[in-house]
């Protein structure tokens, strides 16, 4: 997990043709519209989901696919990192004070 993406895997299902995966955000004040994507094949058990906001819980849901039948969803809420802000830039001592120094840095 980091600010933006989060990572899943998880084992292959025997049988299996593929996943459906869904994500959306925890967000009970306006309405959210989950976001679908389809692996193919049993070997693909882990995706990156990119592009996703910062300090967010995000439910997601993990669907096998078996010929025509789709299983039961595996879910998990998952929040994303807080953004880090930058270090400051350009530190410099300015002046000598009584027992230390007066720094100055921009942000």
């Not at 043709?17 to 049993?42: A, C, K, N, Q, W």
């Not at 996703?52 to 929040?79: F, N």
């Not at 009584?98 to 942000?107: A, C, H, K, S």
Request: charge should be neutral; avoid cysteine; proline fraction near 7%.
């Amino acid at each position: 997990v980091t600010q933006h993406s989060i990572t899943l895997s998880w084992t292959s299902v025997s049988g299996s043709s593929g996943y459906y995966i869904s994500y959306e955000r925890l967000d009970f004040s306006v309405p959210v519209t989950p976001t679908y994507m389809r692996l193919g094949g049993s070997e693909s058990t882990s995706v990156t989901l990119k592009k996703l906001t910062a300090g967010t819980q995000y439910v997601i849901r993990v669907w096998t696919m078996e010929g025509s039948g789709v299983s039961q969803p595996i879910e998990k809420t998952v929040k994303t990192q807080n953004d880090i802000p930058s270090p400051p830039r350009l530190l410099r001592i300015t002046r000598d004070i009584e027992n230390g120094v007066e720094l100055n840095w921009l942000p």
